[in-house]
């Protein structure tokens, strides 16, 4: 009798996991190649799948597949698995598992957009409730507009936008909080695509309305509220980072009814986190940047914040993608909210 798996798991149909007496990892698996594999263990040749990858897997490939992109990996990040390059975009433009997702207000797309890419202006990524302006939506609120985009809860889904990957950032987020399985953001935005004369057009996306539902791992954990902020204060190892400019932290630029800062706030401004083409700095750049404010994986928990918690999310990405950070999470109501309440300590 051949020998048993300890787990056979396909997931979404993207990929394979499969162990042994160690961790295989069979990536951009099919349907059809899920069901050899499975075959494959229940008559006992689960010992030999990992010899078999590259030459049975590869003869039965789909040019449906949407695969990783390897163009970033040598700017050492933590994981790339959620941000493309152009030309990645570029060459999966016809892959119908891709939905091309633009970020930017409606007049922006309708002046020129990547090809097939549907429009979710960025104001409907955020609502006012109970008095806070900037919040993140319900989850109703997300699934009905992407079910009118023609979405479904399997499709890659591929974010830019018009600066730096401000509101892909803050996409990203909520479709993490929501549990969105598989969604990447355009490393440089559209301001990239247009500098490298890659194909733009005015014409509208046709599109076909879907039932979409959030089928992921949601993780609330990622918001953080008011109450978790201001219980942080007095504890010497989490920390609040500001991501706003200079100005708007030092409480010249007042967007509240009081400004200022938290109280022991660290301040690294978000647009630190690219270069002049809005794509994200190498990893050693990052690290040195946010090390040289003390910011480092040896805190607790790290706490974002902006205005309306979206730079906040461009930070939040930084840490927890690019670096690997694993105790970060965006203060949803962010300043407006801490700036705008009488009880809340401040400094300048």
């Known amino acids: 009798m051949g020998a048993k798996l300890k787990r056979w798991k396909p997931v979404n149909g993207k990929f394979v996991y499969l162990s042994q007496s160690s961790d295989i990892y069979l990536k951009n698996i099919t349907g059809a190649q899920n069901m050899l594999i499975h075959k494959l263990t229940k008559i006992g040749l689960g010992m030999v799948i990992g010899a078999l990858m ?34 990645w975009v570029a060459d999966n433009l016809d892959n119908k598992n891709v939905k091309v997702i633009d970020i930017r207000k409606a007049e922006d797309y ?64 909520t479709l993490d909080v929501y549990g969105h399985d598989d969604a990447r953001m355009m490393d440089g935005s559209f301001g990239l695509w247009e500098k490298e004369n890659r ?28 109450e978790t902020v201001l219980g942080s204060l007095d504890d010497s190892s989490s920390v609040v980072l500001d991501t706003r400019g200079a100005e708007e932290f030092a409480g010249r630029d007042v967007r509240a009814s009081r400004g200022g800062h938290i109280p022991g706030s660290i301040h690294v401004e978000w647009v630190n986190n690219v270069d002049e083409d809005g794509r994200f700095l190498p990893a050693s750049d990052l690290k040195e940047l946010y090390a040289s404010a003390y910011i480092t994986d040896e ?49 300048s």
């Open 299 to 347: 805190l607790g928990d790290i706490y974002t914040l902006c205005q309306t918690a979206v730079r906040a999310t461009h930070s939040w990405y930084v840490l927890a993608d690019l670096l690997g950070f694993d105790n970060v999470s965006v203060y949803d109501g962010s300043w407006t909210e801490w700036g705008n309440r009488e009880d809340t300590p401040i400094d």
């Open 199 to 226: 194909k733009i057009t005015t014409d509208a996306t046709s599109v076909k309305a879907s039932t979409y539902k959030f089928t992921g791992t949601a993780n609330s954990e990622l918001v953080t509220s008011i």
């Open 54 to 87: 590259l030459g049975v897997l590869s003869a039965c490939s789909s040019t449906s597949d949407v695969s990783e992109d390897t163009s970033l990996d040598s700017r050492g990040y933590s994981s790339t698995e959620r941000l493309v390059s152009t030309k």
């Open 110 to 173: 309708d002046a020129g957009h990547i090809p097939g890419a549907l429009n979710y202006s960025s104001k409907e990524l955020q609502v006012e409730s109970g008095g806070v302006k900037g919040l993140i939506p319900p989850s109703t609120d997300i699934s009905n507009k992407l079910s009118s985009l023609g979405i479904k809860s399997d499709d890659t889904i591929i974010i830019y936008d018009g600066i730096k990957n401000l509101w892909s950032t803050r996409f990203l987020w």
